[in-house]
């Protein structure tokens, strides 16, 4: 709701004939400061960043020269399966293979 001017200034007439009496705000009081006294130091404390996690590395083997090198979770992201088993020189353990089961030469059963 939108009041005017004229508006306003009736029922500020008509509140005061009413009896009804305005305090007068009291003035801020803002503190004084004397040229003579220091102002206070204020101190910033000094935070840490977090540490941010190290990247993934992974020692392996150059494919080209043979020699040991340091690999980033990019490069070995970006290598085919094939590249990867090569330069980390991963090899399938006897604990690691399923294990052989049913027909076949190496399963249980097997009647040569």
């Known amino acids: 709701m939108m009041f005017t001017t004229e508006q306003l200034r009736r029922v500020y007439e008509r509140m005061i004939a009413a009896g009804i009496v305005f305090d007068k705000p009291e003035p801020e009081?803002?503190?004084?400061?004397h040229e003579s006294e220091p102002l206070p130091v204020l101190s910033i404390a000094t935070t840490k960043e977090p540490q941010r996690p190290k990247p993934a590395t992974f020692e392996?083997?150059?494919?080209?020269?043979?020699?040991?090198?340091?690999?980033?979770?990019?490069?070995?992201?970006?290598?085919?399966?094939?590249?990867?088993?090569r330069a980390l020189q991963m090899t399938v353990r006897g604990e690691m293979e399923l294990p052989r089961i049913g027909p076949g030469p190496n399963g249980r059963g097997y009647q040569a």
């Open 60 to 85: 392996g083997f150059d494919l080209v020269t043979g020699e040991r090198r340091v690999y980033s979770e990019r490069e070995i992201n970006r290598m085919s399966a094939d590249e990867m088993k």
């Open 29 to 33: 009081q803002t503190p004084v400061v």
